[in-house]
């Protein structure tokens, strides 16, 4: 049983077209996160939400739209896509609570032409 | 403001050589110690953490890491790697008192290339 699942696993699209991330945790975390790792796999934290609440907002392009609709989702929009944002995105979940330690899902590798 | 330096981008060794990759990190308060690796076209997963306590931890697969407290550093050993091994590590920290808003700080990766 996967602990932290996001779809789709591959994304390719062409430049200005809109699209979404989903993801899903089921460790009963009340935080969770989206990470963009680019070609050098350099990590960057994009957004948090806590209980559905935004916490974190890194300096982020407002193309970029997260949603949470409940504790245990949390979805990435990108509307009017670049070929910068071409990379791998990774959605986390931890507890808030805790150590800081994050629990990462497989990565969703978007690819714009 | 903490920040995190994985000294070495690439590390090339042999199989069955032994590893060290190292992290450095800088705070000014108590920070929690991180090394995560990364298999190819996979996502990042816990090797191991320093909390408190004895400073070497143990990690999956073998790893290892020794938290020094006066030389800043967390660094990971592996005495004999396999290729299985190949891989991107990363060290990260945190907060120990960060309250509601603790987070990653990361460093930039280390390489990891076992050859036969």
């Known amino acids: 049983d996967t602990a932290v699942s996001q779809t789709p696993k591959y994304l390719v699209t062409q430049m200005g077209n809109d699209k979404s991330i989903k993801c899903e945790q089921n460790?009963?975390?009340?935080?969770m996160y989206w990470y963009k790792q680019d070609s050098k796999k350099f990590l960057k934290i994009m957004f948090s939400?806590?209980?559905?609440?935004?916490?974190i907002n890194e300096t982020v392009p407002n193309r970029f739209s997260p949603k949470s609709p409940d504790k245990a989702h949390l979805n990435l929009h990108i509307n009017s896509l670049e070929l910068g944002d071409s990379a791998v995105y990774f959605c986390?979940?931890?507890?808030?609570?805790?150590?800081?330690?994050?629990?990462f899902g497989e990565g969703s590798r978007l690819t714009v032409l | 403001a903490q920040s995190v330096t994985q000294l070495d981008s690439q590390v090339p060794v042999f199989e069955e050589a032994p590893v060290e990759l190292r992290c450095n990190y800088s705070?000014?308060?108590?920070?929690?110690l991180f090394w995560y690796v990364q298999y190819p076209n996979q996502g990042l997963q816990l090797l191991l953490k320093?909390?408190?306590?004895s400073t070497l931890v143990k990690g999956i697969n073998g790893f290892e890491a020794e938290f020094n407290k006066s030389q800043t550093s967390f660094h990971l050993r592996k005495p004999s790697v396999h290729i299985s091994d190949t891989a991107e590590y990363f060290c990260?920290?945190?907060?120990?008192?960060?309250?509601?808003?603790?987070?990653?700080?990361w460093g930039l990766g280390t390489s990891l290339a076992v050859n036969p």
């Open positions: 460790l009963g975390h009340d935080t």
């Open positions: 986390a979940s931890s507890q808030l609570e805790g150590t800081g330690e994050l629990f």
């Open positions: 990260a920290v945190s907060r120990t008192n960060a309250g509601n808003n603790r987070k990653l700080i």
């Open positions: 939400y806590n209980n559905k609440e935004l916490i």
């Open positions: 705070s000014s308060v108590s920070v929690y």
């Open positions: 320093y909390l408190s306590g």
